[in-house]
């Protein structure tokens, strides 16, 4: 997933992947990859579902704390649709355009979805980001996403920080932002969720990950465990200057946001460069251990405990880091593979909308 903005009238803490153009899989990926599976055909009155040139706002109705209503706004943002979420009550989702109104199984809604909108394609049920296939480990399709997440937020954040360095903390041009104190409230909230998702995705790997290789070439993650050990200092530095940033007077605080953006720089080349060296050396690693569906099952499960507070508190969070269809094949690893009674516990938190 790039990191380049599109031209867009949002404040920089606004800006979300959904802005951006969601890249064509690339030629050599997509000439080896399996054939799209096929969404089951709605059962209908209809023989055939008409396209349509959109211009009016498609509505999505649901509980909010599910994980099919979630899949769905992915999969209709993935098709640059105008979309309005409506909280429901109501557990069956239901999807209404125009005078049309369907709901039923997310196989259904998503069938519906796909003769609708014919473009781009939903990849369902397909890993195929950057190469990856089927027989990619579970837990490495989810670090990878993961990454991308962490990466764009921390891009995100760079720019932001930046901006508000480049004004001297005075008020933004969008007056949603607020006041340069709301600002700060904000842009401090934003990089907590952020602090959360990258502490608990180091633990995942010392806890989860790291042990299985360790345990057929010692001294394997030795570099990764040390580059952890390097970011930590500096993610605490940069929640340490946000909170000295927001006791200041507006006025004089320029010099310590270019020093915030000035850490925020050096940390994202710093995870970008050990993110690259864990998919490059490690990751890989866990593919040649050869472990059976139901052991990837267990190390997915057990990666997804250790990172409770990020799949309750930071959900959407983890989630607004990825385009459309990287946030719908991390959906698809929590429902087809995720223990349910776990799923359910972070739902319960009601954070998912």
């Given at each position: 997933m790039g990191t380049c903005f599109s031209s867009s009238t949002k404040s920089t803490a606004e800006i979300s992947p959904f802005d951006l153009v969601v890249k064509t899989p690339p030629s050599s990926a997509a000439a080896t990859a399996p054939p799209t599976q096929r969404i089951p055909t709605a059962t209908a009155t209809k023989t055939e579902t008409p396209t349509v040139s959109f211009a009016a706002t498609v509505r999505l109705y649901g509980p909010p704390n599910s994980l099919v209503t979630t899949y769905l706004r992915f999969a209709l943002l993935h098709k640059k649709v105008p979309l309005r979420f409506v909280p429901s009550e109501d557990q069956k989702p239901t999807i209404q355009v125009g005078s049309e109104t369907v709901s039923g199984s997310l196989e259904v809604l998503l069938r519906y979805i796909e003769d609708k909108f014919p473009e781009p394609r939903l990849m369902i049920w397909k890993f195929n980001l950057e190469g990856f296939d089927e027989a990619t480990p579970l837990i490495v399709r989810a670090i990878w996403l993961q990454h991308r997440s962490m990466l764009w937020h921390m891009e995100r954040m760079l720019r932001w920080s930046e901006d508000l360095a480049a004004r001297g903390?005075?008020?933004?041009?969008?007056?949603?932002?607020?006041?340069?104190?709301?600002?700060?409230?904000?842009?401090?909230?934003?990089?907590?969720?952020?602090?959360?998702?990258?502490?608990?995705?180091?633990?995942?790997?010392?806890?989860?990950?790291?042990?299985v290789l360790e345990s057929v070439d010692r001294g394997m993650c030795k570099s990764a465990n040390e580059e952890h050990g390097r970011e930590l200092p500096m993610m605490n530095g940069i929640k340490e200057d946000i909170k000295s940033i927001?006791?200041?007077?507006?006025?004089?605080?320029?010099?310590?946001?270019?020093?915030?953006?000035?850490?925020?720089?050096?940390?994202?080349?710093?995870?970008?460069?050990?993110?690259?060296?864990?998919?490059?050396?490690?990751?890989?690693?866990?593919?040649?251990?050869?472990?059976?569906?139901?052991?990837?099952?267990?190390?997915?499960?057990?990666?997804?405990?250790?990172?409770?507070?990020?799949?309750?508190?930071?959900?959407?969070?983890?989630?607004?880091?990825?385009?459309?269809?990287?946030?719908?094949?991390?959906?698809?690893?929590?429902?087809?593979?995720?223990?349910?009674?776990?799923?359910?516990?972070?739902?319960?938190?009601?954070?998912?909308?």
């Open positions: 903390g005075k008020k933004a041009v969008d007056p949603s932002v607020g006041t340069p104190k709301m600002e700060i409230r904000k842009f401090a909230k934003s990089y907590t969720h952020l602090q959360e998702l990258m502490l608990e995705h180091a633990q995942m790997e010392e806890r989860i990950l790291f042990p927001g006791v200041l007077d507006s006025g004089i605080c320029s010099e310590a946001l270019f020093s915030l953006a000035s850490r925020f720089k050096s940390l994202q080349m710093m995870c970008k460069t050990h993110f690259e060296e864990e998919e490059k050396d490690l990751l890989p690693m866990v593919e040649a251990a050869e472990m059976g569906k139901e052991k990837q099952k267990k190390l997915l499960n057990q990666s997804l405990e250790v990172m409770s507070g990020t799949h309750s508190n930071s959900f959407d969070f983890l989630l607004e880091g990825l385009t459309p269809q990287e946030a719908m094949q991390y959906l698809d690893l929590l429902m087809k593979f995720g223990d349910p009674n776990l799923i359910s516990s972070f739902l319960c938190s009601d954070v998912v909308d």
